[in-house]
Antibody, heavy 119, light 110 residues
Framework: IQLVQSGPEVRKPGASVKISCKVS????????ISWVRQAPGQGLEWMGW????????DFLQKFQGRLTLTTDTVADIAYMELRSLTSDDSAVYYC??????????????WGQGTLVTVS | QSLLTQPPAVSAAPGQRVRISCSGG????????VAWYQQFPGTPPKLIIY???QRPSGISDQFSGSRSGSSATLDIAGVQTGDEATYYC???????????FGGGTILSVL
């Protein structure tokens, strides 16, 4: 199982960024994709997830209104778009498969991360 | 401020056992399964425990997890310098409808 993310991005404040996450090694529509970010020197912050099966989503409240999660089930790619960027959004953004194990769902396999710099 | 509380750092001598705690609440650890992740600098997190105590294939039995009430613990037996990393707990929060992580615990092997 692999999740390969798009490359680093630099944006100005107020702009948007869209990151892709290409998956392989499993049936894309059987799982969801979570998005997690990590600011420099900080901990992990879950942002939201989307089902690749039916498009169901959950978002962390703080991102409501400026976060869009989509999937392309033909190409097996998930996308995360974040709008109205500020310097606080500078972080490494990860996609992770929302895997099902023993009755629960977990971010299990992770992409390599995409550095977003807002400056 | 994380909903799940972990000690910022723990340390141990090589070969010792280390325990990392994760304290949550009734809407997360108290009613949903806990996972633990290991992260080395510059790399993505790696799932090492799920379902409170289960290890994914390929994860050493050096790592074990447990849950009691609204708290969880990660035990690392016989720590070595190669285990120096940051460890995060995580769980689904049913009230927030969001996955929540602890703030992370840096393990130092002295």
């Amino acid at each position: 199982i692999q999740l390969v993310q798009s490359g680093p991005e630099v944006r100005k404040p107020g702009a948007s960024v869209k990151i892709s996450c290409k998956v392989s090694g499993y049936t894309f529509t059987e799982s969801g994709i979570s998005w997690v970010r990590q600011a420099p020197g900080q901990g992990l912050e879950w942002m939201g997830w989307i089902s690749a099966y039916n498009g169901n989503k959950d978002f962390l409240q703080k991102f409501q209104g400026r976060l869009t999660l989509t999937t392309d089930t033909v190409a097996d790619i998930a996308y995360m778009e974040l709008r109205s960027l500020t310097s606080d959004d500078s972080a490494v953004y990860y996609c992770a498969r929302r895997g099902f194990h023993s009755g629960g769902y977990y971010p299990d396999y992770w992409g390599q991360g995409t550095l977003v710099t807002v400056s | 401020q994380s909903l799940l509380t972990q000690p910022p750092a723990v340390s141990a001598a090589p070969g010792q056992r280390v325990r990392i705690s994760c304290s949550g609440g009734s809407s997360n650890i108290g009613m949903n399964y806990v996972a633990w992740y290991q992260q080395f600098p510059g790399t993505p997190p790696k799932l090492i425990i799920y379902h409170n105590e289960q290890r994914p294939s390929g994860i050493s039995d050096q790592f074990s997890g447990s849950r009691s009430g609204s708290s969880a613990t990660l035990d690392i037996a016989g720590v070595q310098t190669g285990d120096e990393a940051t460890y995060y707990c995580g769980a689904w929060d049913s009230d927030l409808r969001a996955w929540v992580f602890g703030g992370g615990t840096i393990l130092s092997v002295l």
